[in-house]
């Protein structure tokens, strides 16, 4: 399932996003590009703050929910408007089938982070929360717009030369947020509801995760095999 899996990861998606965003920014209008920005903006923030949030303050909280899935949230609205995009310019005998096969993508994703053991269940239905809300915004503002000169042999030429050229490849955004909540609770002092005790002991556990981390990616470096983190 790793190989699903990698069909969400940031490295493969922001260029197949920004190649989206071009495409409708020539082939249809300024405003349903910038429709698109801004529904990738709300998905990257909320996934990034409450990744922040869950991460840094989970243990005090009790909670279940540690890392909300930025696979699932990025990819449901990146894969998501890209079926909205395919569907407003398709004949009408191929919207079902386009519609379908992105619901089953962006599902199959979702399922891989589980077994893979990337994430529990209800990080993914955070994640995929996350994302859904995000393509509804981006649906609510591109259906206004009138159709483009969109042709989808370019559009799904596109997207197939991402997959084949980044398939595979990982960004190390999984540390980088960890050690961004780390920051945030040194600078904060703590999480709501947390004592003394309970804040010295999340400290020293998160500590203790980036640094076995960083060793676990200098290894990887040094044989030759590092290809980043999962997010």
């Known amino acids: 399932m790793q190989v699903v899996s990698d069909l969400g990861d940031s490295a493969l998606l922001l ?7 071009l495409l409708l920014w020539r082939g249809q209008s300024r405003s349903a590009a910038l429709a698109l920005v801004a529904a990738l903006s709300l998905c990257l923030t909320l996934t990034l703050l409450f990744k922040i949030g869950f991460i840094a303050c989970s243990p005090s909280w009790h909670t279940d929910i540690v890392s909300p899935s930025g696979h699932a949230s990025f990819s449901t609205v990146t894969y998501g408007a890209l079926a909205l995009v ?43 929360l996350i994302g859904l809300s995000s393509l509804g915004l981006f649906a609510f503002r591109y259906l206004r717009q009138r159709p483009g000169t969109i042709k989808l042999p ?78």
């Open 15 to 21: 260029p197949l996003s920004i190649g989206l965003i």
């Open 86 to 128: 395919a569907v407003r310019h398709a004949p009408r005998w191929q919207k079902v089938s386009i519609a379908l096969l992105a619901s089953i993508l962006i599902g199959c994703i979702a399922v891989s982070r589980v077994t893979t053991g990337s994430h529990s269940a209800a990080e993914v239905g955070a994640g995929l």
């Open 154 to 231: 370019l559009l799904f030429g596109f997207a197939a030369f991402v997959l084949v050229a980044f398939h595979g490849v990982r960004l190390p955004a999984e540390q980088w947020v960890r050690e961004l909540a780390q920051l945030t609770r040194g600078i904060s002092g703590g999480c709501p509801g947390e004592s003394a005790r309970e804040g010295q002991s999340v400290r020293q556990r998160l500590a203790g995760a980036l640094s076995e981390r960083r060793e676990n990616n200098a290894g990887r470096l040094k044989g030759g095999r590092y290809r980043g983190t999962d997010l």
